[in-house]
């Protein structure tokens, strides 16, 4: 017997679950009789082991389909409930983050010079007084077009007291417009530039 041998973990489980090779099974148990630290060692690991064994034979009585249901704590109606205003709170967050406030309406004038650009806020419905004096008493037909000559809005105008009067009822986001007026027989009478700020 070698005195100074001291069997490792994994010899003592090897040798809990009797599947350690026979010659060193020999002088495994025999330094066990005589070394109490290996024993005390051994006992842990033996403990372990036959823990691990009876959890395996449980689950394999359970069957396949006896897994851990993670989501079962979902079902209460409290967890469901907190839950749900947990994310109803975060939508609400994002939404009133969301883009730039957009005013109601705003009012354009846009000047008979065309040398400058009438500016508005953002907006969903804008109003624009076109002050310049057009040949043609109406009704007109008037269109907003992106610079790419996109279509944004298009509707009817009339001649009003401070010109021609026309609702823009459209979201109005930043960037450059060009509003056309043509007469009611389709001819154009006048363009104009202007931009929707930030």
Not at 16 to 33: G, V
Not at 170 to 190: C, H, I, N, P
């Amino acid at each position: 017997m070698d005195p100074h041998f001291h069997g490792t973990t994994d010899q003592f489980e090897l040798y809990a679950l009797e599947r350690l090779a026979d010659s060193e099974f020999a002088r495994l148990e025999e330094h066990l009789i005589v070394c109490a630290t290996c024993r005390c060692r051994f006992d842990e690991v033996e403990a372990y082991a036959t823990g691990m064994r009876e959890a395996l034979v449980t689950d394999a009585e359970k069957g396949p389909d006896s897994g851990v249901d993670l989501l079962g704590w979902l079902r209460r109606p409290a967890v469901s409930m907190a839950l749900g205003l947990i994310v109803l709170i975060a939508a609400i967050s994002l939404v009133s983050r969301g883009p730039a406030k957009l005013a109601a309406n705003a009012a354009l004038d846009l000047p008979a010079s065309s040398g400058t650009k009438a500016v508005a806020p953002p907006t969903r419905e804008l109003d624009v007084t076109i002050n310049d004096a057009l040949r043609d008493s109406g009704p007109f037909r008037v269109e907003v077009v992106t610079p790419a000559g996109q279509t944004v809005w298009n509707g009817l105008a009339a001649l009003g007291p401070l010109g021609v009067e026309v609702k823009v009822q459209q979201r109005m986001t930043a960037g450059d417009y060009f509003l056309r007026v043509y007469s009611a027989s389709g001819e154009k009478l006048r363009e104009y530039g202007f931009r929707i700020g930030t």
